[in-house]
Nanobody, 128 residues
Framework: QLQLVESGGGLVQPGGSLRLACVASGFTLDQHALGWFRRAPGKEREGVACISRNGTATNTADSVKGRFTISRDRAKNTVYLQMNSLRPEDTAVYFC?????????????????????WGQGTQVTVSS
């Protein structure tokens, strides 16, 4: 069974940091482009960051640029989202997603259906 499982969410004060992790089971992420998305209360899900299959390309939403970084560890079959300088507006459920994509150096955060496997999400709350 193909699964993506997120972890690392929690409650953090404004200005703090968290690192989210997403581990794949049942398949290897080597041949996949990977993305992080989030859904804030009362809002639609939005793309946050993605990384291409070969790791040479990343895209980051303007709202988190300079604060969030996506990375992947092939040996651990894991994708990470390092979140620094967190703000209350970053409060959301964060999801990881994967797509088996033949173009090695491409990913997108603008097309959700492009991703074929999704995790269940992890809650991030930024509050004092």
């Amino acid at each position: 069974q193909l699964q993506l499982v997120e972890s690392g969410g929690g409650l953090v004060q404004p200005g703090g940091s968290l690192r989210l992790a997403c581990v794949a089971s049942g398949f290897t992420l080597d041949q996949h482009a990977l993305g992080w998305f989030r859904r804030a209360p009362g809002k639609e899900r939005e793309g946050v960051a993605c990384i291409s299959r070969n790791g040479t390309a990343t895209n980051t939403a303007d709202s988190v640029k300079g604060r969030f970084t996506i990375s992947r560890d092939r040996a651990k079959n894991t994708v990470y989202l390092q979140m620094n300088s967190l703000r209350p507006e970053d409060t959301a459920v964060y999801f990881c997603a994967a797509n088996a994509m033949p173009i090695a150096g491409y990913c997108t955060i603008g097309i959700e259906p492009w991703y074929t496997s999704w995790g269940q999400g992890t809650q991030v709350t930024v509050s004092s």
